[in-house]
């Protein structure tokens, strides 16, 4: 069972669908139990980071999300879900959950925010998602990117007003700034082979991460 989070913004049929296309059964909820008592975890996401951030806490769901990754539970950021795990956000000037070192800032350069719309993203760390040097499309909708304190937690990137993380990994932890709901085959790719590292098929041996320990 995979708990998509519910703190009142994200795609969350969307996400729904697309795990399940993918093999899962889901389970959407605002009930920190329910996260705990899950196999996996799901953080979508859309808006702001302070307002998403004091919601969670409000929920009681940042103590539950933390004992779900040190437990080693697989758990998937996206967009401003993925913003999350770093510690500082520029927006709002906010604590995220610090699950990974880092900050979240502003798009650079003479670009117009938000990104929106389908942008290439090349794999720089081979693993379950392909080999360095892949790419894939996705759809994007962000104003704000990732600068990880570890570039080991970096697993793609993508261009637009300068080279940022698409996709990060550590260990169990997952993020993707784009929507892979969103995303049409590439997107649907991404997520079962996060699904599989929750339910592998029989016989069939768990991937290495991307980044993280390989």
Known sequence: MIAVIDYGA???RSIRRALEAAGAETVITADPAMVAAADA???PGVGAAGHAMDRLRDLGMTGAIGEAVEGGKPFLGICLGMQLLFEHQEEGDTAGLGLLRGRI?????????PHMGWNRSRIVRA???GHAGDERHYYFVHSYVAEPADQKDVAAVADYGGRF?????????WGTQFHPEKSGPDGLALVRAFVATVCPAPGTPVAAPVGGAL
Do not use: H, Q, W, Y
């Open 10 to 12: 994200g795609n969350l």
């Open 127 to 129: 693993g379950p998602l």
């Open 105 to 113: 800032r502003s798009l650079n350069g003479p670009v117009k925010v």
């Open 165 to 173: 993380p698409s996709i990060v990994v550590r260990d169990n932890v």
């Open 41 to 43: 975890v799901v953080l």
